[in-house]
């Protein structure tokens, strides 16, 4: 790591997070916590301009290429200092044509396009590549119920990533492979995991600091003249790769290709080739529906009820995240503001009715709704079923 690299990295994980810090105490005293204009003004100024030095001498220093981890990494520290701007309104992508933080933006665009990735932060930096010194891992804030929030993604991921990692196993085995049927149990062993993650952070996490405290620093924002939307804790190819290897989501689906396509750039490098590997892969639910002509066979029957729990499960996690921590953290809260507030709600950017809606298709997809106006996989998991007695 330079110097310049190791200066920006101590600064972002102290008196950055320290100054993010007092300003969200400050915002949240407030009558209207939605409202940060005016607020802090001194401390806003020294986050800029204090970040700012660091970044002039790294853009000068040009040659920010030591290796994938050191310059990922200090894309994410860039990208925290960026969002950081844009929680406290000293830029808005709706008020102008391009990021009035030039160094910064150069310096985004420098490291991330040599990488193949977005030029802002993303969820791997603050979840599975967020290095820790002396126990402390990296967050805009101090705050309890970020750490909360983080953790809990990070582990969630994680998690994932498990289930995903196992499934991916089966398919040079074959579904009628004795050692596939304890990779469906590992699957669903780490689902089961991300379930209890979400339930600890739906039960212990306090919605008025994570709405107005966590969730803003998640907003869009400009690099150069691109807006480039929010970092969420889906962008991690696992998630994609359940959907894809089970059959509950289809990559040739016009809805779900898209999202694919979106996202690809937010996720890692590796991340990007391991859901590419998948996208061209037959899902394990074709592969069972093609053995039923041995579905009176023991290892069919154990098989396939052992597929279908890890598919209830990811439905049901899926119904998790929508019903309870969309609607407790996000949905609810957001009743209670309004105008131009509003509008800056969610990460990604469209107007929270038409997110609420993209995330309801996402959900039932991944339980297999009977819907008349989306393609689920509703009839071929049913017939599935019917085959396991
Ligand atoms: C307080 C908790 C959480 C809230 C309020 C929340 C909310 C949201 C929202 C609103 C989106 C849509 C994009 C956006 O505007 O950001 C989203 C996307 C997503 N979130 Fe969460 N989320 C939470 C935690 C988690 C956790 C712990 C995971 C999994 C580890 C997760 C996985 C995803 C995924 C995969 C997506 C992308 C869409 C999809 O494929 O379902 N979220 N989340």
Known sequence: MSNNTEHFDAWIRTPFVEMNTALEEKYFARENRADVDGVGDGIKKQILEDGRAYIIKLVAEGNTDEGFDNAFDLLGNLGLYMAALRRHEMTNPAREQKSPHQEASALGMHIATSLGVTPRFATSHLSTH??????????????????LFLDYNTCGILAFKRAADALIRILPLGVSNPASLTLLGDAADALRAVKKFNEKLFGDLDTQRFFFCVRPY????????????????????????????????????????????????????????????????????????????????????????????????????????????????????????????????????PPLPVLLKALEVLRDLRVAADRSDITTSHTQIERLRGLVS
Not at 134 to 141: D, E, I
Not at 235 to 263: H, M, T
Request: charged letters at 20%; glycine letters at 8%.
């Open 130 to 147: 967020n290095y820790a010194l002396g126990g402390v891992q990296k967050s805009f804030t101090s705050l309890k119920d970020e750490f």
């Open 218 to 349: 998640y907003k869009p924002y400009r690099v150069g003249r691109h807006e480039y939307r929010g970092a969420n804790a889906g962008d991690f190819s696992g998630i994609n790769e359940i959907d894809l290897l089970l059959g509950l989501c289809r990559a040739n689906d016009p809805y779900y290709s898209q999202l694919l396509v979106d996202k690809m750039l937010f996720m890692m490098p590796a991340d990007q080739a391991s859901l590419r590997a998948c996208m061209s892969k037959r899902p394990l639910l074709d592969e069972f529906l093609d053995c039923a002509p041995s579905a009176s066979e023991t290892w069919f029957q154990n098989s396939a009820a052992a597929f279908l729990e890890v598919c209830a499960l990811h439905g049901e996690i899926a119904a998790q995240h929508h019903d309870q921590l969309v609607e407790k953290f996000i949905a609810g809260p957001a009743g209670s503001i309004t105008g131009a507030h509003l509008d800056q709600v969610t990460a990604s950017g």
